[in-house]
C-alpha cells in the first residue's frame, strides 16, 4: 500500500460525458501528479501540482483538466469524454516539487468510454 | 520535447536467465529513476541513478547510468517468477523541469 488513493477503481461512462478523478496524496506529501496509462503508450505525464499550484504540464488534452485543493487532495476532470480517453488513470504524490524524489503511485481509476 | 526510449518492448526470459532493459534518453538526465508495475498493479519505485557511471545494486539487480547521462539499464541476474511484470525508466532533463518522462516499459514474462 503506498499511501495514495484513488477514487472510484473502476468508471464506466457514454461518450459525449463528464467524470472526475480524486486522489488523495500520502500524507505529508506536497506533489500530485496524474498520469495516463493506455496499453501501447505506456506513463504518459499529464499535470503536476505542488501545495495547490500548477507546475507542470504534459500531454494533457484541452478537455482534461485538474485542480489541487488546500487540503492537497486533487481531482482530474475529464469532459467530452471520448472512445480513445478509455485508459487507467494514475495519480502519484511526492514529498517535494522537485523530480529528484521519489513518486508513489496510487491504484489507478481504470476508466471505459462506451 | 525529451524522448524516453525502451527496449525491448518484450522480453520472455526461462526461470534462471539473465534479463536486461536499455533506456535511452534523447537528451542528458540530470537523474533517471526505475519503476516496476506488476500485473494488474500500479507502479513501484526501485531506484534512482544521479551521477554519471553510476552502478547500484538491489540483490539481483544491477541499474547502471551511462557516463554520458543519456542512458540506463536495469539487469536482473537468475531471474525468479517474482521478476514478473513491467520495467520502466523515467528520467528528468534538469534546466527547470519538473516532470519525468517515462519509458514505454519492458514487459518481462518469466517461464518457470
Known amino acids: 500500500d503506498s499511501g495514495v488513493t484513488q477514487t472510484p477503481k473502476h468508471l464506466i461512462t457514454a461518450t459525449g460525458q463528464r467524470v472526475t478523478l480524486r486522489c488523495s496524496p500520502r500524507?505529508?506529501?506536497?506533489?500530485v501528479y496524474w498520469y495516463q496509462q493506455s496499453l501501447d503508450q505506456g506513463l504518459q505525464f499529464l499535470i503536476q501540482?505542488?501545495?495547490?499550484?500548477?507546475?507542470a504540464k504534459g500531454n494533457i488534452l484541452e478537455r482534461f483538466s485538474a485542480q489541487q485543493f488546500p487540503d492537497l487532495h486533487s481531482e482530474l476532470n475529464l469532459s467530452s469524454l471520448e472512445l480513445g480517453d478509455s485508459a487507467l488513470y494514475f495519480c502519484a504524490s511526492s514529498v517535494a516539487l522537485a523530480p529528484h524524489y521519489e513518486q508513489y503511485f496510487g491504484p489507478g481509476t481504470r476508466l471505459t468510454v462506451t | 520535447g525529451q524522448q524516453v526510449m525502451q527496449i525491448p518492448q518484450y522480453q520472455h526470459v526461462q526461470e534462471g536467465e539473465d534479463f536486461t532493459t536499455y533506456c535511452n534518453s534523447s537528451t542528458t538526465l540530470s537523474n533517471i529513476q526505475w519503476y516496476k508495475q506488476r500485473p494488474g498493479g500500479h507502479p513501484v519505485f526501485l531506484i534512482q541513478?544521479?551521477?554519471?557511471?553510476e552502478v547500484k545494486k538491489q540483490k539481483r539487480l544491477t541499474f547502471q547510468f551511462g557516463e554520458a547521462k543519456k542512458n540506463s539499464s536495469l539487469h536482473i541476474t537468475a531471474t525468479q517468477t517474482t521478476d514478473v511484470g513491467t520495467y520502466f525508466c523515467a528520467g528528468n532533463s534538469g534546466a527547470g523541469s519538473y516532470q519525468l518522462t517515462f519509458g514505454k516499459g519492458t514487459k518481462l514474462s518469466v517461464i518457470p
Open positions: 500524507s505529508g506529501d506536497l506533489s
Open positions: 541513478l544521479v551521477k554519471s557511471g
Open positions: 501540482y505542488y501545495n495547490g499550484e500548477e507546475r
